[in-house]
């Protein structure tokens, strides 16, 4: 069948599979359970109609957005994928995504500049975006915009880009996937009282939907699909994990509550499972898989249809859990000699960070010592940060050699993590650096956050003004930024500030220039 329309087909989280009559485009497929069998898709995508599956198996473009493993599945690439397809590769400042693809046997690359339209023939293009702040994966992130000369998709999937006008300059958008959901582990691993622990859970999903509002706002396209997230927890010991009842400690809420908000400002949201095929056309056609009592019943009986699904995957994991690297007598020793190179060269970070951390690896306690660049055995000194992981995780991360924790251990959620005082951004901007391309690239971003910023022009938020850009990662606040009496957020990250003082409420390190407009200058 020749297509007249271009379509976008859900093949479940972030996976889109878009077919234009120029040809098609697989993204971030992803199938087999990731961060050691913590994230499952979720609605289920392991039951494709037969066509489906075997129509995304044969694309002529791939795109992998980043190399999170929530979007590069590798298993799933090497069993289904052929190695001639050719792959749309972002321009990310390291080639970590195009060593990775080509060790799975990808040869044929095309290369992309940042933002700038790529043309693939009879009037298909794709511009793809990158974000490369550490803060929001060192090996970067992306965002994908596909016309073909009549419709366009942005698939933004979870790239948090400040630039959104480089986003509408391809034109008018049909259609919008978008990330609107958690995926991170605060603060469910970090211990904290109940009552603070709702409050923080509660902060972090209003934060997640202001963000994500501000992105729908800005790019106003024809319709937004909810993409990218969340995922669901079938491991019993992470279960309560998943958004089910009111008292959920959980920042997962699903596509529902989202779609409420889309549907309270007179967006057109449209719920989407695997199989939703969404067609492009003077009218924007939705069909989905099973019936629509069924697609609802996904989401309003939800902790039954997680059950099922359980029930099919427990067998699985317990097998899973026997992979995990057993106790090496040598942990120590392989760190101190890992990290203490890295530290070496990272003396801004290593300010930052301030302070010592213990890594308790089961009985194994290890001292992370900033200040001095050391790694040593813990001997009951003072430390400010606390990490408490199952030493087999531990040691099957040591084993990978694995340069990112947060993608390969944290997101897990297989963890208990305690610190004193605010957030830090830069302890975990070390375990996101564990290679020296890596480090350099954090190090390089640690001297400038030291650095006396130029002075920015400013913008007036109600009764004040404040510089324009947030003193964290830079965004619009002209865009970004949401005021709350006194309290200014931006929303691309959630940081607040206070507008009276300037002072960051959500950090330690960052300050907002800012003063009453009735005050002089």
């Known amino acids: 069948m020749t297509l007249t329309s271009m379509r976008a087909t859900s093949i479940g989280h972030a996976g889109i599979f878009i077919e234009t009559r120029q040809g098609s485009i697989l993204c971030d497929p992803w199938f087999n359970p990731a961060y050691f069998g913590s994230w499952f898709v979720f609605p289920r995508n392991d039951q494709l109609n037969a066509e489906l599956a075997q129509a995304i198996r044969q694309p002529n473009y791939l795109y992998i957005s980043h190399l999170h493993g929530d979007h590069l599945d590798e298993q799933w690439l090497v069993d289904n994928i052929s190695p001639q397809t050719p792959v749309l590769l972002p321009d990310y400042p390291t080639k970590e995504l195009e060593r990775r693809l080509r060790h799975l046997g990808f040869t044929h690359f095309i290369a992309t500049s940042d933002g700038i339209a790529c043309d693939l023939g009879d009037d298909l293009s794709i511009a793809i975006h990158v974000e490369t702040s550490i803060t929001d994966g060192p090996a970067g992130d992306s965002a994908l915009v596909v016309s073909d000369g009549v419709h366009r998709i942005v698939n933004q999937n979870d790239c948090r880009t400040s630039d959104l006008s480089a986003l509408l300059a391809h034109g008018p958008i049909d259609l919008h996937f978008l990330q609107y959901s958690g995926a991170i582990w605060y603060p469910m691993v970090y211990d904290e009282p109940a009552q603070r622990m709702r409050e923080l859970v509660d902060l972090k999903v209003e934060s997640q939907f202001a963000r994500a509002m501000r992105y729908v706002e800005a790019l106003n396209a024809r319709a937004i699909v909810p993409s990218a997230g969340p995922p669901c927890f079938l491991d019993p010991e992470l279960f309560a994990f998943n958004d089910i009842a009111k008292d959920s400690f959980s920042i997962f809420p699903d596509q529902t509550k989202f779609l409420t908000q889309l549907n309270a400002v007179q967006r057109h949201g449209i719920t989407n499972i695997p199989g939703t095929c969404i067609t492009l056309g003077d009218d924007i056609k939705v069909l989905h898989p099973i019936a629509e009592a069924d697609v609802q019943a996904i989401f309003f009986d939800k902790e039954n249809y997680l059950r099922n699904y359980q029930s099919d995957y427990l067998l699985w994991l317990e097998d899973m859990k026997t992979t995990w690297s057993q106790e090496s007598p040598d942990l120590l020793t392989t760190l101190k000699l890992w990290w203490e190179p890295l530290l070496a060269m990272a003396p801004a970070l290593r300010r930052g960070v301030g302070a010592a951390c213990l890594l308790r690896a089961g009985d194994l306690d290890i001292l992370i010592d900033f200040p001095n660049g050391e790694v040593r055995p813990f001997n009951n000194e003072a430390y400010a940060f606390r990490f408490e992981i199952d030493r087999r995780l531990v040691e ?82 002209g865009v970004f930024g949401e005021q709350d009496g006194t309290t200014l957020t931006c929303t691309l990250h959630g940081w607040k500030f206070d507008l009276e003082s300037g002072e960051c409420l959500t950090a330690d390190d960052r300050k907002l220039r800012v003063r009453r407009a009735s005050e002089p200058i």
Request: glycine fraction near 2%; aromatic fraction near 14%.
């Open 396 to 477: 099957t991360v040591v084993s990978q050699n694995a340069a990112d924790w947060s993608d390969k251990l944290f997101l897990s959620l297989r963890f208990k993590a305690w610190r004193s005082g605010s957030y830090n951004e830069f302890i975990y901007n070390f375990f996101k650096s564990l290679s020296v391309e890596r480090m350099q690239r954090t190090e390089a971003e640690a001297l400038k956050k030291f650095m006396r910023p130029e002075p920015s022009e400013e913008i007036t938020i109600g009764d004040y003004i404040v510089e324009r850009f947030c003193p964290h990662r830079q965004a619009d606040l």
